[in-house]
Nanobody, 118 residues
Framework: VQLQAYGGGLVQAGDSLRLSCAAS????????AAWFRQAPGKERELVAS????????SYADSVKGRFTISRDSAKSTVDLQMDSLRPTDTAIYYC????????????WGQGTKVTVSS
């Protein structure tokens, strides 16, 4: 399975942005998907995750109520809708997949940069 991420850019505080990630290959093996981010000088953090079959999702406290993760199983895509963006959301965002039988997210997209100006 391979991932291609889209949608980053430069926005102002309070704006919205939608990130998309398209999976190709053996997508029937996907168990869950997630978006991570890494800000300059900081460790990578899990932003949101979603179980592929059920659609159940979870979020980091810092983005709850502002970000929404979704997936389209038919298209093998996973999106991250980001609303009410803050300068602290500035980071490189990565989509990732966990396959059936695996204990971690081990397939990664190339990252897309999001910059939120104040």
């Amino acid at each position: 399975v391979q991932l291609q991420a889209y949608g980053g850019g430069l926005v102002q505080a309070g704006d919205s942005l939608r990130l998309s990630c398209a999976a190709s290959g053996r997508t029937s093996s996907i168990f869950s998907a997630a978006w991570f981010r890494q800000a300059p000088g900081k460790e990578r953090e899990l932003v949101a995750s979603i179980f592929w079959n059920s659609g159940y999702s979870s979020y980091a406290d810092s983005v709850k109520g502002r970000f929404t993760i979704s997936r389209d199983s038919a298209k093998s895509t996973v999106d991250l809708q980001m609303d009410s963006l803050r300068p602290t959301d500035t980071a490189i965002y990565y989509c990732a997949l966990r396959r059936l039988g695996r204990s971690a997210f081990e397939i990664w997209g190339q990252g897309t940069k999001v910059t939120v100006s104040s």
